[in-house]
């Protein structure tokens, strides 16, 4: 009969290992850091429309620095919310408005998009982003636009919880926010 | 005739018997060790009581009002398909798709009632139903509050190294509805955590870890709508509907108790504690919470879960 000693030292390294893993898990969790980028999972391709806007981007959240708390771990906003607000409005090309953020030219339509809302949460294995934005603009002969759009989207985590899914899930927030606010842009300048 | 008496007695270690004790002891050194970390984390828990004598504290007490959260949260009842399908991947990845269908429901049928809240002010309010509160807690009234969405211990630790004050006692609000729609929900939970490091911990964040918090306890009013219908869909839109009338109503009455419960709560003393918990009195369930009936004189259910559990239709 083979002695029991290297099985039993083996399970018990197993077992330590095991409990220093939760001890682990349980301490403080680091923030999760967003990064300035927008990557849609399924962009639109719609072809230029003409319609030509210029972006003042303004920040109007409560809490510039976060978007969300999960499982006790902190999720940092980019911290150059000008860029990051940036390349989200660069998703509007794809759904046929060109954007400029230099000063308007002619024939340019000026718009005020003001960030209110980003935000992250975690229910059960999904995370959900939403986002509020607003858009202040004006067309030809009095035409305005001056609304709120919300965006929002849920992203399983299954064992993967990492800072890409939770970059994804706000991603598609703003993308599903940016559809309508296309819709109302090519209107107004239409109009 | 020479008696091998070494690997006699080395055999007779390696027999049954001897087998089976040196699993046992091994086993036993192991499961003590393993167990030492849970254990003690069981064991170790914050009062859930301000005695007299730890009102005042050295350094002085500051207040953060705490709420992660940009609007009110929706909830599910998680799946209970892995369990049903005995575990295993197969029964994990069904769950989870399970609740990502039922989360993505919940997300849309909760859009209307975020759109019709949203210059409703949570935040604030949350802030100005903690100092009217604490303006009924001696101990606590001239105690400067702030206020921040981060309730991560990273920054609940960053806060106790900001703020000059021996002491903080966290307030942090959370605010959702049930799975069903049928009840808007409000729970406040209080810690207070030391600046100074407690003996044998390494990082800072241990100051607001639950073993080393000097208190803890929680508050939760609820309250009902006066429509419940059985449809989730239909209980939802009602709480949107006129402006989210309903549950801009809901909010403020939950909230007003708050502003009732949370001195009580803080004047609790351990008997009192001892004897809302006792088994002599029912256990009830009302809104997804647990608790034992306590005397209310106002009319409306009030259970000790512990924490004050308070319950109340919106009339």
């Not at chain 2, 690997?7 to 001897?18: C, I, N, T, V």
């Not at chain 2, 208190?215 to 419940?228: C, E, G, K, L, M």
């Not at chain 2, 997804?288 to 004050?308: I, M």
């Amino acid at each position: 009969m083979r002695p029991p000693r290297p099985k039993l030292r083996r399970g018990c390294v197993a077992l330590a290992v095991v409990t220093l893993a939760a001890s682990a898990a349980s301490a403080a969790p680091k923030p999760a850091q967003l990064t300035a980028t927008f990557d849609e999972r399924d962009p639109p391709k719609e072809k230029a429309s003409g319609c030509r806007v210029n972006f003042e981007i303004v920040d109007g959240r409560r809490s510039p620095d976060l978007v969300g708390v999960i499982d006790r771990r902190a999720i940092r906003a980019p911290a150059d919310v000008q860029a990051w607000m940036r390349a989200v409005l660069g998703g509007l090309a794809a759904r046929g408005v060109d954007v400029q953020f230099a000063a308007a030219a002619p024939g340019t339509k000026s718009a005020r998009f003001t960030l209110q809302t980003a935000w992250i949460q975690s229910t059960v294995s999904t995370y959900s982003a939403s986002v509020v934005v607003r858009l202040q603009a004006e067309g030809a002969a009095g035409a305005a636009v001056d609304r709120s759009y919300r965006g929002r989207v849920a992203r399983t985590a299954y064992w993967s919880g990492g800072t890409g899914t939770l970059q994804s899930a706000v991603d598609g927030a703003f993308a599903d926010a940016l559809d309508e606010m296309a819709v109302d842009l090519k209107t107004l300048c239409a109009g | 005739m020479q008696f091998p008496l070494r690997p006699l007695r080395k055999e007779a270690a390696r027999g049954p018997l001897g087998v089976k004790m040196r699993i046992a002891v091994h086993a036993g050194i192991c499961l003590a060790l393993a167990g030492l970390p849970v254990g003690s984390a069981v064991v170790a828990a914050p009062a859930g009581v301000v005695a007299e004598g730890a009102r005042n504290v050295q350094g002085g007490r500051a207040v953060q009002v705490l709420v992660a959260q940009a609007e009110i949260r929706s909830n599910i009842n998680p799946s209970n398909i892995a369990v049903a399908t005995g575990g295993g991947l197969i029964g994990g990845m069904l769950a989870a798709s399970q609740n990502a269908s039922r989360t993505k429901k919940a997300e849309g049928l909760i859009e209307p009632v975020r759109e019709a809240l949203s210059d409703f002010d949570v935040d604030g309010l949350a802030q100005r139903t903690t100092g009217a509160a604490l303006a009924r807690v001696p101990w606590l009234q001239a105690a400067p509050v702030s206020f921040s969405k981060d309730s991560s211990p990273l920054g609940k630790s960053a806060a106790l190294d900001s703020i000059g004050a021996g002491q903080i006692a966290f307030i942090e609000y959370s605010y959702d509805f049930s799975p069903d729609f049928a009840e808007l929900r409000v729970v406040a939970t209080v810690e207070f955590a030391n600046k100074a490091m407690p003996a044998a911990a390494t990082k800072p964040e241990a100051r607001v870890s639950r073993k080393n918090l000097a208190y803890s306890q929680r508050v939760t009013t609820i309250v009902a709508a006066p429509f419940v219908v059985d449809e989730k869909s239909g209980n939802a839109s009602l709480w949107a509907a006129d402006g989210g009338k309903a549950a801009r109503e809901a909010l403020t009455l939950a909230f007003a108790e708050m502003e009732e419960l949370l001195p009580r709560t803080l004047a609790l003393t351990a008997d009192q504690v001892a004897a809302m918990g006792a088994k002599t009195n029912k256990k009830s369930d009302v809104g997804g919470f647990q608790g034992r009936v306590q005397d209310s004189p106002t009319g409306e259910t009030l259970l000790w879960g512990p924490g004050f559990i308070w319950y109340s239709g919106l009339n």
